[in-house]
Nanobody
Framework: QVQLVESGGGSVQAGGSLRLSCVVS????????MGWFRQAPGKGREGVAG???????TYGDSVKGRFTISRDNAKNTLYLQMNSLKPEDTGMYYC???????????????????WGQGTQVTVSS
């Protein structure tokens, strides 16, 4: 049973930084595709950043230059470093692991993704 557990969310003022972590437990064939998504109240889930099996990163337009996705395979952990946070970055952030269907980001919502429970990020102005 593969599980994804996020942590690191919190409340910060605009311009601040947070680092999210996602620990993956259980068996996963490596290399694998992972990503971060977020969902603001009343809105759909959007792709924030993804990383493929060759560690190539893809970013949503709204976070380019501010967020950095990375991972530590030895620790089975995915990270999202978020700098220069804005109030519009507020939302629930979810870690995703795509177990089949290719690594094109954002991942399709087609049942081929595993999700964590989410961690809340709140940015005040």
């Amino acid at each position: 049973q593969v599980q994804l557990v996020e942590s690191g969310g919190g409340s910060v003022q605009a311009g601040g930084s947070l680092r999210l972590s996602c620990v993956v437990s259980g068996y996963i064939s490596s290399p694998y595709c992972m990503g971060w998504f977020r969902q603001a109240p009343g809105k759909g889930r959007e792709g924030v950043a993804g990383i493929d099996s060759d560690d190539r990163a893809t970013y949503g337009d709204s976070v380019k230059g501010r967020f950095t996705i990375s991972r530590d395979n030895a620790k089975n952990t995915l990270y999202l470093q978020m700098n220069s946070l804005k109030p519009e970055d507020t939302g629930m952030y979810y870690c995703a692991q795509r177990w089949r269907g290719g690594c094109s980001f954002p991942f399709a919502f087609d049942g081929n993704n595993r999700w964590g429970q989410g961690t809340q990020v709140t940015v005040s102005s």
